[in-house]
């Protein structure tokens, strides 16, 4: 009995031991458990070593071996099944990649955080139940439905490469890793997480993503897809951003300050600024056909490379802009213009403009230098009782390059620079007359805090009387219409004036119409103002308009004739300087004009007394646009071989501008903000300047001047270009013997003349005896005889000007 017993408990034995034996369905599967051992990497066991899962070497594998694996590695095996899978229910990690798997049901591994299941066939991954799961690899499959909504704990997801059109990670609040490119999402719920930094949703359908929930955004990729606008305002920590391929339209990336990579090209993006971008690197902004205006003045860009498709690193040399036949204007630093001018030359888009006036102010991080300059009239230090010193000029030294700015009309400065050393000197015209406080300042930034405030005190060196006039035409003179002007004078010095203003003009000619100030005194071709009361350094002016005749009247104005104006500044005190105290100006009168021109106020003829001093000049601009111009810039190169830009001194303005003169003799006048109409009552401007020509020059010296003038980020505008000859001025109307000769008189046909001492014909006019003109030939450089066989017979006037004057005589037609 004992005997049976006991050969009853060892069947039971055997057969129980023999049903821990594991069947797999896959062959494959099976192998490779058997081939784990501790040489390679397929298993690990309970404590993470590499083992042996057949410990018994019986070449099956139980329940009791696989419950001591922890990790497995069955990549690369060909397995098309995992069935029994749920029999390692310790498995904390599973990686079964590149298999023909096709369905995987992972529900009972409740431990397992880790799972890379990529490059199979599945169309069905069961995740429930796998609280733990904190890395989900599945990229590369069949799956047309993803659900994680109970993976709290989820660190990465990477399901790219499959056929999702939804895709809800909500409530993984601790994902730091998402990637779902190449899919078919239409709809993608992302989670408020601060740590998810990697983010890459590429070549999928989405019409929109909401990243604000995403403060810790790195790095994103959401190129090709149908996003039409992104608000980047709550991700500022942005290292690498491809967004592409999208009819995306606009794009604000002014707080991506940590941006270093940008590919935007295949979109409908109108505007691009990256200026705030500093540590940009890598831009990608080909093939797209509406990019109006690019922006890469950021301080850094010389460092950036340029990328096209296909998408390499070209480097700077490589500078590449291909199909974007609609661009404008690319906004660079100083620095880089000439090289981007270069760059995009291939591409022959003969409308896009390199320049940097996109913004005033340097690319990069900027610190503000800014303060007030006063004058201390009564020597009892500044204060907020005294005025300020307008457009005072300072110079800075960055101790490589100099630069000047001006103060503006009330005294105040602002600059921004970047980071470095800098000194200030403050400039007065006369430094005899007064005494600035301090007399300069030294800057270190970042060292001292921005904001940096200097305020600067003039001080009065002894009692100098000093004023100066001029006259500046606001709009041209023609015949029978009405000509604008305005008298503009100051005080120099540094006492308090008053005086009288006295205009004289051709009063046979010109009628007073009206002025903006009361005229005190009133007579046949005088205009007298008075004044009172002048500061120091300030500077008024005065407003009028004279009526000019008409060809009809008599005497008979026309085309090419000139209108002399003199006005002289009067006080009680003994003016040091004179000679400023004078201003002639002569006018030629036109018929039609560009509104965008340059003038020498002095005229074309200087005389030699000028040489070494002070000539004006003034730079007129009109908006002929269709729409109000933001910024007007006024760029002038002075050619340092006739005038000494240390002397340039703005003198009026129809609006606030900053003076900024920089490479030795670059000067521009800038009005930003000044959005200048385009209404033709509306759309002018003007800014008026002095400047002393060199002592050098000698009569007979020639020197010019013309200016560019920028309306936003169009092309600039060239003025003529001024030309003005210093010479021993002759008699208005003087011997007409002396200089031509006129033959036959009487004449029936043809007219010679001649000219005597290489005398140079401007334009002949012919007029009757009641002074109407008969003929007139404005360029008559190089006419010797003139058409006058179809004049009736009878006396006419032949007058002929040039350079130096009028000359007029008689002949008669027979």
């Known amino acids: ?120 066939l599945i169309t069905d991954l069961n995740l429930s139940n796998l609280s733990k799961l904190t890395s989900l690899i599945c990229g590369q499959n ?28 909500s409530n993984s609040s601790h994902l730091r890793e998402l990637v779902c490119y190449k899919n078919k999402l239409t709809e993608l719920k992302l989670p408020n997480s601060t740590v998810l930094w990697f983010f ?45 391929a999208n009819p995306i339209e606009s794009i604000d990336l002014s707080n991506q300050v940590l941006l270093e990579t940008l590919w935007i090209g295949h979109t409908l993006i109108k505007t691009l600024d990256i200026s705030s971008s500093k540590n940009l690197k890598e831009l990608n902004i080909s093939d797209c056909p509406n990019l109006e205006f690019l922006n890469i003045k950021n301080g850094a860009s010389k460092n950036l490379s340029f990328l096209e498709t296909p998408l390499n690193t070209l480097g700077y040399n490589g500078l590449n802009f291909s199909n974007c036949p609609n661009l404008q204007y690319i906004c660079d630093d100083d620095f880089n213009l000439a090289l981007v001018t ?49 457009h005072l000029k300072f110079s800075i030294f960055d101790g490589t390059k100099l630069q000047n700015f001006a103060a503006d009309s009330n005294g105040d400065y602002s600059l921004k620079v970047p980071p470095g050393s800098y000194k200030i000197i403050p400039i007065v015209e006369d430094p005899n007359y007064f005494t600035v406080t301090p007399s300069s300042i030294d800057i270190v930034f970042p060292a001292q805090i921005s904001p940096f405030n200097q305020n600067f005190c ?39 004036q008053s005086g009288t203003l006295n205009l004289s003009f051709e009063d046979s000619i010109l009628d007073f119409v009206s002025s903006n100030s009361v005229v005190s005194n009133q007579s046949s071709g005088k205009l007298v103002w008075n004044f009172s009361n002048l500061k120091p350094f300030e500077s008024r002016e005065i407003d009028f308009v004279l009526n000019v005749n008409s060809p009809v009247e008599t005497p008979a104005v026309n085309n090419g004739d000139i209108l002399k104006y003199k006005v002289i500044i009067n006080s009680a005190e003994t003016d040091e300087t004179p000679d400023d105290n004078v201003f002639e100006f002569p006018q030629t009168v036109v018929g039609s004009y560009d509104p965008n ?42 050619d340092t ?54 002592p050098t020059l000698v009569v007979g010296d020639t020197f010019e001047n ?30 007409f013997s002396s200089s031509f000769s006129v033959y036959p008189n009487p004449v029936q046909n043809y007219l010679q003349i001649d000219a005597k001492d290489l005398v140079e014909i401007e334009s002949v006019y012919v007029y009757n005896v009641l002074g109407q003109l008969i003929q007139v030939i404005p360029n008559a450089q190089n006419i010797s005889k003139i058409d006058v066989s179809k004049f009736k017979s009878g006396n006419y006037i032949l007058q002929v000007k040039t350079a130096t004057g009028n000359l007029s005589t008689k002949f008669i037609k027979i």
């Open 142 to 169: 069949k799956l047309t439905s993803l659900n994680v909504s109970n993976l709290t704990e989820l660190r990465i997801i990477e399901c790219n490469n499959n056929d999702l059109q939804s895709l809800d990670v």
């Open 1 to 120: 009995m004992i005997k049976n017993y006991l050969l009853l408990l060892a069947l039971c034995f055997f057969s129980s031991s023999k049903a821990q034996i594991i069947t797999f369905p896959d062959a494959n599967f099976k192998a490779k458990l058997l081939q784990a051992n501790g040489s390679n990497t397929i298993a690990k066991d309970l404590n993470s070593n590499y083992f042996k899962i057949d410990s018994n070497n019986n070449g099956e594998i139980e329940i009791s071996e696989a419950l001591n694996v922890s990790y497995l590695d069955l990549r690369e095996s060909n397995i098309s099944s995992l069935d029994q899978l749920s029999n390692f229910s310790n498995l904390i990690g599973l990686y079964c990649s590149n298999n023909n798997l096709e369905i995987l049901d992972v529900s009972n591994l409740k431990k397992l955080t880790g799972l890379s299941c990529s490059t199979n």
């Open 706 to 735: 013309e200016a560019n003038i920028y309306f936003d980020y169009n092309f600039p505008i060239l003025t003529n270009k001024e030309t003005s000859t210093f010479k021993t001025l002759g008699r208005q109307d003087f011997e």
């Open 342 to 390: 270069e760059k995009i030359a291939p591409y022959k888009y003969e409308n896009c403009l390199v320049g940097n006036y996109c913004s005033f102010e340097p690319g990069g991080t900027n610190y503000t230098i800014k303060g007030k300059s006063q004058i201390d009239v009564d020597s009892n230090g500044c204060d907020a009782g005294d005025i300020g010193a307008s």
């Open 200 to 244: 890459k949703c590429a070549q999928n359908l989405l019409p929109s993503l909401d990243i604000a929930k995403l403060p810790g955004l790195e790095y994103f990729d959401f190129w090709d897809n149908k996003i039409t606008f992104l608000d980047f305002s709550n991700s500022k920590k942005i290292t690498d951003c491809y967004g592409g």
């Open 458 to 496: 003039i001080v009065p060196n002894g009692s100098h009387n000093d004023l100066e006039i001029a006259v500046i035409p606001i709009d041209a003179a023609r015949p029978g219409f009405d000509a604008k002007y305005k008298l503009v004078y100051k005080n120099k010095g540094t006492t308090v």
């Open 597 to 638: 021109d340059k003038t020498c106020l002095e005229g074309k003829v200087i005389k030699p007394e000028l040489i070494g001093q002070y000539v004006h000049y003034l730079i007129r601009f009109e908006n002929t646009g269709t729409y109000n111009a933001e910024n007007v810039v006024i760029k002038d190169i002075i």
């Open 641 to 694: 071989s006739k005038f000494d830009v240390s002397t340039l001194v703005p003198t009026s303005s129809s609006h606030s501008y900053i003076t900024k003169i920089s490479e030795g003799n670059k000067v521009e006048f800038i009005f930003e903000k000044i959005n200048l109409p385009f209404d033709d009552a509306n759309n002018d401007g003007y800014i008026a300047f002095k400047i002393k020509t060199l």
